[in-house]
């Protein structure tokens, strides 16, 4: 009898697997999804994304690593293409002892391409985690990454953002224990920092009022000027960050929650003046069936609200988008793991098409 109930109950658990199987995104996602092409998959762990147009090329930069966390030694790659179709290696960033990631481009007013990115020392905890910086005249030669100066050790920022001559970033800042001398991950805070050369930093205003576990941040500005700020909150599975706002010159900052989480968050605003946010969503988050995280695009607006526009091809390991406007075209690139291993992808989407959808 009992071994009857067992089979009756596994056979139900089968049946809604499968059912939710039906419905699994990105294929049956409850919207759109874009197409996309896979660029590179020779890592075992290709991720952490990020893209910028440069002397008429589209470069790609991304991690290659042995795994999302506990990968040890990882290096910064950098493709190139001229149409992107077509991706050739340009650029190898590494360093001795210490896991590059998170590597992110941006441009400085004098035209010097500018990459920085996360360093740890990993020697099966974390010791020591910092901002690097590189620089390079045309995306293949760069200098070492080196560590930024003036913003307290332990310290890394997702995101630079160039306005007039200055940049800004949001670096979370963390302590070191005493006795074990392993970086205190959990007890985070962040404060706004600005540079005018991406080595050298000064501190605006006072240490914000958030979580202790802080991540990635980034920080946007309108024409007008008026930053706009996102933050991820709560570790590795975030489901709630926070949003915010200020004006020149940036010393008193207004932030509130976000009741959306974000995981390897880029934000874009489009010329019709709204912003597209692209995140990992988390199947909590979805109104859908049970799946895994899919990279998903949304509008969001400045009062924290949202609306889901499209999904590109994706599931578990994902997100962290490299977004461009170039010619009425959004160009994308991220990595996901929903063909294997996590790997990059570049897709194509009309601005059109994306206005259509915000109606």
């Known amino acids: 009898m ?47 994304v990020d893209m910028i147009e440069f002397k008429g090329q589209l470069l790609c930069t991304f991690r290659e690593g042995d795994g999302h966390v506990t990968g040890k030694k990882g290096k910064i ?45 990993y020697r099966g905890k974390v010791y020591e985690w910092y901002t690097w910086v590189a620089y390079s005249a045309d995306g293949r030669s760069w200098t070492p990454p080196r560590r930024v100066r003036g913003i307290p050790s332990n310290n890394w920022f997702y995101d630079l953002t160039w306005q007039d001559s200055f ?24 404060t706004l920092f600005r540079t005018k050369d991406g080595m050298n930093y000064e501190q605006i205003g006072d240490t914000l009022d958030l979580s202790p576990l802080v991540g990635e941040a980034l920080v946007r500005f309108k024409p007008d000027k008026e930053m706009f700020i996102l ?29 959306h989480g974000l995981g390897g968050p880029n934000l874009k605003y489009l010329p019709n003046r709204t912003w597209l946010l692209g995140t990992r969503e988390w199947p909590e988050e979805r109104p859908d069936c ?26 578990g390991d994902t997100a962290y988008p490299g977004l461009i406007i170039k010619e009425n075209t959004l160009h994308i690139a991220y990595y996901s793991g929903h063909e294997g291993w996590p790997s990059i992808y570049y897709s194509q989407v009309a601005l059109d098409s994306i206005y259509t959808w915000q109606q």
Not at 9 to 26: K, N, S, V, Y
Not at 172 to 187: H, L, N
Request: glycine share 10%; with cysteine; charged share 20%.
């Open 2 to 48: 009992k071994r009857g109930y067992v089979l009756l109950a596994c056979g139900c658990i089968t049946l809604l697997l499968l059912a939710c199987q039906a419905e699994r995104p990105p294929f049956s996602y409850p919207l759109r999804t874009v197409s996309s092409s896979k660029i590179w998959d020779r890592a075992f762990h290709n991720a952490f």
């Open 77 to 121: 790659r950098i493709l190139s293409s001229v149409d992107g179709e077509k991706w050739r290696p340009l650029g190898l960033l590494r360093k001795k002892g210490i896991d590059l990631r998170n590597a992110k481009f941006s441009i400085r007013p004098d035209s010097m391409l500018v990459l920085t990115g996360l360093g740890t020392d």
């Open 167 to 190: 940049a800004y970033a949001i670096p979370m800042i963390a302590g070191t224990d005493p006795v074990t001398g392993v970086v205190q991950s959990r007890k985070r805070h962040m």
């Open 231 to 259: 933050i991820r909150d709560g570790g590795g599975h975030s489901v709630s960050g926070y949003y915010g706002y200020g004006s020149p010159p940036y010393d008193s900052l207004t932030i509130l929650p976000l009741d």
């Open 290 to 315: 049970l799946n895994e995280a899919v990279t998903v695009f949304m509008q969001l607006y400045e009062n924290g609200a949202y609306r889901r526009l499209f999904v590109l091809p994706s599931e």
